[in-house]
């Protein structure tokens, strides 16, 4: 990356020393004119004898001398140019001497002098050399700049591989980013996807699909609070399936877990919408229900579950299977005061109808 900084300084430099090239190679051209002009401007006067070209002549005099003392201040930054101008310098004066002492016989004499200095081949002779001198200092700066443009190209094409590297790692990077955030997105959501699975394990049954005990507790707690701040009564149908062991000892594990999803399933068509029903244990269910108005209600209910289980949950090989069901029922805060004892009150309801007599529904 320095390398690119670097070169991009570089490429400022050589088109500043460029410039300062082209503007000296300028005035060094424009040296050699103003010296031909002078006396051009002096052949004419001697010439016509009109003095009209006195004037280019005087003012190429002055652009003379002003265009050498530029180039001579451009010694600091040429120094090749110093023996030159030295010798350039000394033939200038040589040549505008002579063409002074000209212009002095020819304003004497009045009139055209045919043998004036200006036409004879030492006059000529200078001119010449004057020109040799500006074309040495000429060619020093072409030459200084054939060598910028080399090294100007050169850097260009290397800035422009360079560019390209740089724009492929840019792309490089943002393309392993991409790659990068994309993987991290699809950890993140099968992460996600991953808690929000062990959530549901953690709270429901994993064959019936049923909220879990410990679902059942959180919400009987809850039920019971809210219930207590608005006086309501919450009904809890404790509930075991009858002769299930039985199923499992005949048709076997699998055949049982099929029985029970049945009857999870006949179970659910007869419940209201605000019932709450869980799997608490192998083959017992706990049901928190609202919305009633006194104990009658919920026998209604408990009933109409044991009636939906007179129907066989499944049939095995042709042969139908049923299974009772017995339920005991408790009422808060009828009946108890407290989210323990509703509990046991439906506990030992159920074991009370079990103890007499099976499928059947008690009142705690
Ligand atoms: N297939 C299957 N059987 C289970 C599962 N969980 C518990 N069990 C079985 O369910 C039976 C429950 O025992 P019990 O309640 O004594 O059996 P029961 O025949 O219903 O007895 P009663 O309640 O007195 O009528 C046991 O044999 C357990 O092994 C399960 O997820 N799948």
Avoid: C
């Avoid at 050498?68 to 030295?86: G, H, M, N, V, Y």
């Avoid at 950890?187 to 808690?195: D, F, G, T, V």
């Avoid at 579950?305 to 066989?312: D, G, H, N, V, Y």
């Avoid at 339920?327 to 004892?341: E, F, L, N, T």
């Amino acid at each position: 990356m320095s390398w690119v900084f670097f070169s991009a300084q570089s490429l400022l430099v050589l088109s500043d020393r460029k410039v300062k090239i082209a503007d000296t190679r300028y005035e060094v051209v424009k040296l050699m004119n103003t010296v031909v002009n002078a006396e051009t401007g002096l052949r004419g006067y001697l010439l016509t004898g009109s003095v009209q070209f006195l004037e280019p002549y005087n003012r190429s005099s002055k652009d003379t001398a002003l265009l050498f003392s530029q180039i001579k201040s451009r010694e600091k930054d040429f120094a090749e140019f110093t023996p030159i101008l030295i010798t350039l310098d000394q033939l200038i004066k040589e040549k505008f001497s002579a063409i002074e002492s000209t212009l002095q016989v020819q304003l004497t004499a009045g009139s055209y002098s045919p043998h004036l200095k200006f036409t004879t081949g030492a006059s000529k002779l200078l001119t010449d050399e004057i020109s040799n001198e500006v074309n040495k200092l000429d060619k020093i700066l072409r030459d200084e700049n054939d060598r910028i443009e080399v090294t100007l190209s050169l850097t260009i094409n290397r800035l422009k591989l360079a560019s390209l590297v740089v724009v492929f790692l840019i792309i490089s990077i943002l393309l392993v980013n991409y790659k990068r955030t994309i993987s991290l997105f699809e950890h993140a959501s099968s992460s996600q996807e991953l808690a929000e699975e062990f959530g549901y394990l953690a709270m429901h049954d994993a064959l019936t699909h049923l909220p879990n005990r410990r679902n059942f507790e959180q919400y009987l707690k809850k039920s019971i609070s809210q219930a207590a701040r608005s006086k309501q009564k919450v009904g809890l149908l404790y509930m075991d399936l009858d002769g299930f062991k039985l199923i499992n000892d005949q048709f076997g594990h699998d055949a049982g877990d099929d029985a029970l999803i049945g009857a999870v399933t006949k179970i659910n068509h007869v419940l209201r919408d605000s019932d709450f029903i869980a799997r608490v244990g192998g083959d017992e269910f706990a049901l928190v229900a609202h919305n009633f108005n006194d104990s009658s209600e919920l026998l209604i209910l408990a009933n109409r579950i044991i009636q939906a289980l007179k129907e066989p949950v499944i049939a095995i090989a042709g042969r139908d299977v049923f299974m009772g069901i017995s339920i005991g029922i408790a009422i808060y805060p009828d009946q108890v005061k407290s989210i323990k004892s509703l509990i046991s009150a439906a506990d030992e309801a159920m074991y009370k109808a079990k103890s007499t007599g099976k499928n059947q529904a008690v009142l705690h």
